[in-house]
């Protein structure tokens, strides 16, 4: 099945994430990174949520991952939708919505890749089947 | 210090009803508060310790007025579903530490008669809220991945709803009280992969409360005595995204906590009351408290081991959230009642444990495959 074209709510943006959301709107996804323990995150945090070293610096991720797990909800009033969370090349996982593509053959460890959906405001990050 | 022994379970109290248009939510809160007030056989004046979360109407300040309440001591702990399993815990710890003496504790709320309103977001808003993450498809979520790993199956999940149900029929109150077979399971419609609407349980209007006490005042009450002897709580969520893994939840952390608190092994138990929000969640919480190995709770569950009577290990005889009643979309507290009846002999005769002298409570609150808590309880009879 195939999921409908859907309107999503823009993001609201704050002083501390404002950097991601400009960068969206250029078409580049960012992740965070620790300089004081290298370990990247997502969302994005000002302060690593691993070491608290303050010292966090914005990545341009490569947009590829695997699908860790994911549901084709189907108790939807805008058609049905598959919520999953994706495991980035770079190491974080994250949550969002598998589109574009035959939500049945969707399987756990399918490799995917970002796309960009647009809102009233900046664009959200989703993925689609490579 | 250890809460071990040092405050009682005094009175129960869980609403009849499971549709309540015709009631306002701060007043089935008063209802629930007089049953478990007349349970132990004291009186309203008599508390000086309340406790409640988020499904009480503008939190603790109007209850505590509309109540008509005078307390010495207030919590007002919010972790989804497990909030009254963790005021348990807390209520232990202001007993030990005398800053109240009997203490109220209220869940109440009409999500059957309308919708609830969404959770307030946190800092991950923008970056979640709009992929349409529910309880269904958080939890679908799971059982997807442990199915993954550890080849768990739709039908050993079904076992689980079996289990409830068979409970179920003996209470005159359960929402859902026909038996159903493996088969009705897996024949119901898929609501989010690979839960089917049977793994779901129910959406019901109403609530319960507790009274929580001192062993002296317990013992001059002319109730059965039953007692908290280990408790833990804690949270998970997807730290950054780092070495994310859904098949887990917090009860490996809370469980060993109240277990360890407590002196007993998960052997010991004789009844478990554990969060039935949808059949994944009892599977998970089984393997996470440490009734099997993880990735080995489809075999535990699976042929009628919850069954009381025919099973190890007899678990929500009340039909649970699954079967009889979720108020308030939490399940918390009907796990803690439930728990308590079993200790007090007072479960329905054909699914009383026999000599049931040390039980489990336990519960997760929030959507165990985003972010959540835990909270265990151990409850002993005296």
Known sequence: MMAEAKKYPAPQGNPETKPFWDAASQGKFLIKRCTACGEPHYFPRSICPFCFSDKTVWEESSGEGEIYTFSLMRKSATGPYAIAYVTLKEGPSLQTNIVDCDLDKLRIGQKVKLVFKPTDGAPLPFFTPV | ?382
């Open chain 2, 1 to 382: 210090m250890s809460i071990k022994g040092k405050a009682y379970i005094a009175g129960i109290y869980e609403h009849p009803t499971r549709h309540a248009p015709d009631k306002s939510t701060a007043q089935l809160h008063a209802e629930v508060a007089k049953g478990a007030i007349e349970d132990a056989g004291l009186t309203k004046a008599d508390i000086d310790g309340y406790f409640c979360a988020g499904d009480a109407p503008g939190g603790a300040w109007p209850m505590v007025d509309y109540l008509g309440l005078k307390v010495r001591h207030i919590d007002s702990t919010e972790t989804g579903g497990c909030s009254y399993l963790i005021h348990l815990g807390h209520a232990a710890e202001a007993i030990a530490a005398g800053k109240c003496s009997i203490a109220l504790i209220t869940l109440a709320g009409k999500p059957r008669t309308s919708a609830m309103a969404p959770r307030a977001a946190g800092a991950e808003a923008d970056f979640e809220a709009a992929y349409g993450a529910t309880t269904h498809n958080a939890y679908g979520m799971c059982a997807m991945r442990h199915m993954h790993d550890y080849g768990t199956t739709s039908e050993q999940l079904a076992w689980i709803k079996v289990a409830a149900s068979h409970h179920a029929q003996y209470n005159e109150h359960a929402m859902l009280r026909d038996v159903v077979t493996v088969e009705d399971v897996l024949n119901s419609p898929m609501i989010s992969d690979p839960l089917h609407r049977l793994d779901c349980c129910v959406v019901t209007d109403g609530g319960g409360a507790l009274i929580v006490t001192t062993p002296e005042i317990a013992r001059s009450l002319k109730k059965p005595l039953v007692r908290l002897i280990g408790h833990g709580e804690a949270m998970k969520g997807p730290r950054g995204g780092k070495d994310l893994d859904l098949t887990y939840s917090a009860g490996v952390w809370s469980g060993p906590r109240a277990f360890e608190e407590a002196g007993v092994t998960p052997g010991d138990i004789k009844y478990a009351s554990i969060y039935d929000s949808f059949t994944i969640t009892v599977l998970m919480q089984l393997e996470d408290l440490g009734f099997c190995r993880k990735g080995e709770g489809g075999k535990f569950v699976a042929d009628g081991n919850l069954i009381s009577g025919v099973g190890k290990l007899p678990f929500n005889t009340d039909g649970g959230g699954l079967c009889s009643n979720h108020p308030v979309n939490r399940g918390g507290m009907t796990k803690i009642i439930e728990a308590v009846r079993q200790l007090r002999g007072q479960a329905h005769p054909k699914v009383q444990v026999p000599n049931c002298d040390l039980a489990i409570a336990h519960g997760t609150g929030g959507l165990l495959g985003v972010r959540h808590a835990a909270s265990t309880c151990i409850l002993e009879r005296a």
